[in-house]
């Protein structure tokens, strides 16, 4: 799921507008869950592991087809703890079938080396492939400020 920003600036001097028009394109693209870590050391240790030529490469596995995300598409890294159960509320499933609660904190990169580690506002959107049923069909899920990711549709609404 992507969206466009376009901005279209034009000169104005003396009250005459310009007749040519600067135009800039941005894209907005939602971050793609690459997995969940303890810790930052944990979380940069999994994202090396996953990176395959610049390119973040999530295995076939039980859980989700393969998936190949570049950095460019925002892969990410859920910082949190274990979950008791899989149906602990917030609790979100993990490539190799372990159910993890997100703390609010997620580590972003631009490379396998440089990454940052930012706390979660409000109404912050994740794309995840991991899935029990359906693994060709993404879930988005949206941050509640405060303790968990609720499932939203593709268009942002409630499911």
């Not at 009250?15 to 028009?21: D, V």
């Not at 995300?69 to 892969?75: A, F, K, L, R």
Request: charged share 20%; net charge negative; glycine share 6%.
């Amino acid at each position: 799921m992507t969206a466009e920003t376009k901005i279209s600036m034009y000169c104005e001097l003396n009250g005459l507008e310009s007749y040519q028009k600067q135009e800039r394109t941005f894209l907005w693209n939602i971050p793609t869950v690459a997995g969940f870590a303890q810790n930052e050391t944990e979380g940069a240790a999994l994202l090396k592991s996953l990176d395959v030529q610049d390119q973040v490469v999530l295995p076939a596995g039980i859980y989700n087809n393969v998936q190949y995300i570049d950095y460019m598409d925002s892969p990410v890294i859920l910082l949190g703890k274990l979950a008791q159960d899989k149906n602990e509320s917030g609790a979100m499933l993990a490539a190799d079938g372990i159910y993890w609660l997100p703390s609010g904190e997620i580590m972003t990169f631009s490379d396998k080396d440089t990454y940052t580690v930012e706390t979660m506002a409000e109404g912050y959107t994740l794309r995840s492939w991991f899935k029990e049923i359906q693994l060709t069909v993404e879930e988005y899920f949206r941050w509640n400020g405060t303790n968990s990711f609720v499932k939203v549709n593709k268009d942002g609404s409630p499911t």
